[in-house]
């Protein structure tokens, strides 16, 4: 049974950061892609940032002010914000589209969600 446990939310003022971890576990055998997508009151869920193979992909609103990378040897995924804004504030979800050992086919996955609370 694969699981994604995230960690790393909180309050802090605006201007601040904060770090998201995320930590893939179970037999795992290929992770394609791994992302943090968040989901504030009344709204739908938006992709923030994501990373494969390929370069790291950052919706507009947080380029410049949020980095994602990549532990491979982890299965682990950081989400790291600076210069937060009121508008940062929301329920952020760690995705993973990867391959399980035995499987032939590549499933999504999700985390649990963690609070993050911009706000002075």
């Known amino acids: 049974q694969v699981q994604l446990v995230e960690s790393g939310g909180g309050l802090v003022q605006p201007g601040g950061s904060l770090r998201l971890s995320c930590a893939a576990s179970?037999?795992?055998?290929?992770?394609?892609?791994m992302g943090w997508y968040r989901q504030a009151p009344g709204k739908r869920r938006e992709l923030v940032a994501g990373i494969s193979s390929t370069s790291p992909y950052y919706t507009d609103s947080v380029k410049g002010r949020f980095t994602i990378s990549r532990d491979n040897a982890k299965n682990t995924v950081y989400l790291q914000m600076n210069s937060l804004k009121p508008e940062d504030t929301a329920v952020y979800y760690c995705?993973?589209?990867?391959?399980?050992?035995?499987?032939?086919?590549?499933?999504?996955?999700w985390g649990q969600g963690t609070q993050v609370t911009v706000s002075s």
């Open positions: 179970g037999s795992i055998f290929s992770i394609y892609a």
């Open positions: 995705h993973a589209d990867l391959i399980e050992g035995g499987a032939q086919y590549s499933k999504e996955y």
